[in-house]
């Protein structure tokens, strides 16, 4: 599948990046582009949705880690939405879950459901604390 990112813009200052195939070094531009354009735009929310990535790898990561930290520094925010299984160990494993939002209620849990338990007050789980470590073995691509 070949990489390519939808923009859909939510609202005046708000918009929902759709990455869609593997997010890799070798396909990470569109996504990369996507998010410098919103920045520049000035969009002070940034939703990137990964319901449609089947495999990020840490170039990927590190590009929505900068995505991050320049909203931080702006006064905005990055939150991430539909993480698979995968995406959500890598990003626990490396523990950005206390640093970049995510939505938790979109977090597909083990049995490949998507988990709809809301988060009081709009908090967010850090480490194993408020959401379960994922049991087993941790599959690598290739492996």
């Known amino acids: 599948m070949v990489p390519s990112v939808r923009v859909e813009v939510t609202g005046r200052d708000a918009v929902v990046v759709h990455p869609v195939g593997e997010i ?6 569109p996504l990369r582009e996507a998010l410098l354009d919103a920045r520049i735009a000035g969009v002070r929310e940034i ?3 990964l319901e449609q990535v089947s495999f990020l790898d840490s ?3 590190a590009v929505i880690l900068y995505a991050h930290q320049r909203q931080r520094s702006a006064g905005g925010r990055l939150i991430l939405r539909n993480l698979n ?5 890598l990003l626990d494993v490396t523990n950005l879950t206390t640093v970049i939002d995510v939505d938790h209620g979109s977090v597909a849990v083990p049995n490949g459901t998507r ?3 809301a988060r009081p007050n ?3 789980a ?4 408020g959401m379960e470590r994922w049991p087993g073995v941790v599959s690598r691509r290739g492996a």
């Open 126 to 129: 850090s480490g194993a604390r």
């Open 85 to 89: 299984e995968n995406t959500y160990r």
């Open 47 to 49: 939703v990137v949705d």
């Open 115 to 117: 988990s709809n338990a």
């Open 122 to 124: 709009g908090t967010r």
């Open 24 to 29: 890799d070094y070798s396909s990470l531009e």
């Open 59 to 61: 170039q990927g990561l």
